[in-house]
């Protein structure tokens, strides 16, 4: 492999160009103009505001740091994997990511009191919360009626079903998720004794959280990536369309994706670095969710406070382009440079934890060691098995696709029928084996034995997974 090749591969990834402008005024760069009513905006404000309250002047500065972040960001920065709505988009959220790993940097280095005075001088109205306000839903489990199983199903119900729903679009692999899901539960099991949230009913965990919130959550957002991957991607430029009602929706459409990618993380051939990357991914999202509730719980803020829903919304638009990127990294043998989004997500995600430890040290002198240890064994354990159990699977699902294309040609009495006939059935029907099916074709095989085709088709397989 050359170096050429491996920087395309990474500047897919981490700079993804745009094809086919259509309005090139929304593409054109505009570093004079931008520059010249920016430094305009500074000296106007800063010039007529009143300046006698301290905190409005802290609050001025600050909006004025955060706006020529962003300015920045839109020149310079990367727009990673994606371009749509439209690259500017994906260059702030890097810039904000960064400016949030710069934050908890700096609380990182102060001590609890000063951190905690920061985040209320934010918001004053958090001096007056404990988190022993917080809403209990461990309580009398044994008492099951309709009415309490109702007010179990709140805002953070919702929460938990469009979570899922957007890790389902994210991840778009059955069994990685459903492997989250319950090692969620065990997460939560494991950590009852320092998060009295985490304490729920049996019912309530089982049932309204695994089968229900987060089941119908990744049904839903797997079927959303079967549809968009069906679409016929054919884009025209606006300016082609001659209807107001066709402008307005080609306009809609510019906030869909410009492309699908089939995302297959796991695959009978997979060398060890990527099956272990595969389980690293599911371990880390359980740190990353962790986090969440200890910030809460330590720095004392209500589930649903602005603070908490703003961190969740931006690490939800965050990890788009940072597990593409992952992927990218794991799946790609071509690709050997992490991308910048998803090296910010995961020093992100590495501070959050070393926050939470640090400010936390009461919380946890109360853990009990052994439940630790044993969540630990656990998550690895499970995570390893179940990536190992995916892999399986997958062999053996591929292999009795070819099988059965092997045994129609063995009970077919006329000779050997043509390719296409053969797995019509088994693979051209099936998405996952359509490549397969293509690549068959493509080398223009008409008749074949049964040995044979069963040969070609298995190393036809491995090249189309590799």
């Known amino acids: 492999m050359d170096k050429p090749q491996s920087s395309d591969n990474f500047r897919v990834i981490n700079e993804c160009a745009v094809d086919d402008i259509s309005l090139e005024l929304f593409y054109r760069p505009h570093t004079v103009t931008l520059l010249a009513v920016s430094i305009a905006a500074v000296i106007y404000f800063s010039f007529i505001r009143d300046e006698s309250n301290v905190d409005d002047n802290i609050w001025a500065g600050l909006l004025c740091v955060i706006f020529f972040l962003l300015i920045i960001s839109i020149l310079s920065f990367p727009n990673g994997p994606f371009t749509r709505p439209h690259p ?199 740190i990353s969710e962790l986090n969440t509730f200890f910030l809460k719980h330590i720095f004392e803020m209500p589930p649903s406070h602005s603070f908490v829903v703003g961190r969740l919304t931006f690490l939800g ?37 070393l926050l939470c430890i640090k400010n936390g040290k009461t919380l946890f002198g109360q853990t009990q060691a052994l439940n630790i240890i044993l969540w630990v064994l656990i998550m690895l354990l499970f995570s390893v098995l179940c990536v190992y159990g995916f892999v399986a699977w997958q062999w053996y699902f591929y292999d009795e696709k070819i099988s059965e294309g092997c045994l129609k040609v063995e009970k077919n009495s006329e000779g050997s029928p043509m390719i296409e006939e053969v797995f019509e059935g088994s693979l051209k029907k099936d998405q996952k084996l359509q490549p397969l099916f293509e690549e068959i074709l493509s080398n223009s095989f008409t008749e074949i034995s049964q040995e044979e085709l069963r040969q070609r088709s298995k190393h036809i397989l491995n090249g189309v997974i590799d």
Request: proline share 3%; charged share 15%; net charge neutral.
């Open 317 to 353: 638009i965050m990890v788009a382009p940072s597990a593409r990127q992952y992927y990218s990294f794991v799946t790609d043998p071509h690709c050997k440079r992490l991308g910048n989004q998803c090296w910010v997500y995961g020093a992100i995600m590495l501070t959050e934890s």
């Open 88 to 286: 500017a988009f994906w260059r702030s959220v890097f810039g904000l990511s960064i400016l949030y790993l710069l934050a908890l940097l700096f609380l990182l280095f102060q001590d609890y009191q000063t951190a905690r005075n920061i985040i209320i001088w934010f918001d004053p109205k958090l001096k007056d919360f404990h988190i022993n306000m917080d809403k209990e839903y461990g309580v009398n489990c044994s008492d099951i009626t309709v009415e309490k199983i109702w007010s179990h199903i709140d805002v953070f119900a919702l929460g938990h079903f469009l979570g899922w729903t957007i890790k389902a679009i994210l991840v778009r692999h059955c069994g990685i998720l459903w492997a989250m899901s319950i090692m969620w539960e065990v997460t939560e099991i494991a950590f009852a004794h320092l998060l009295p949230n985490f304490i729920e009913c049996w019912w309530d965990a089982l049932i309204l959280d695994i089968v229900l919130c987060n089941g119908i959550g990744i049904w839903v957002g797997l079927k959303i990536c079967q549809c968009l991957e069906m679409r016929e991607y054919k884009w025209v430029s606006i300016r082609d369309i001659h209807t107001t009602t066709g402008k307005l929706k080609r306009a809609m459409l510019q906030f869909t994706p410009v492309s699908w990618t089939h995302v297959r993380w796991l695959d009978p051939t997979c060398t060890y670095m990527r099956f272990f990357a595969v389980c690293q991914m599911v371990i880390f999202w359980q």
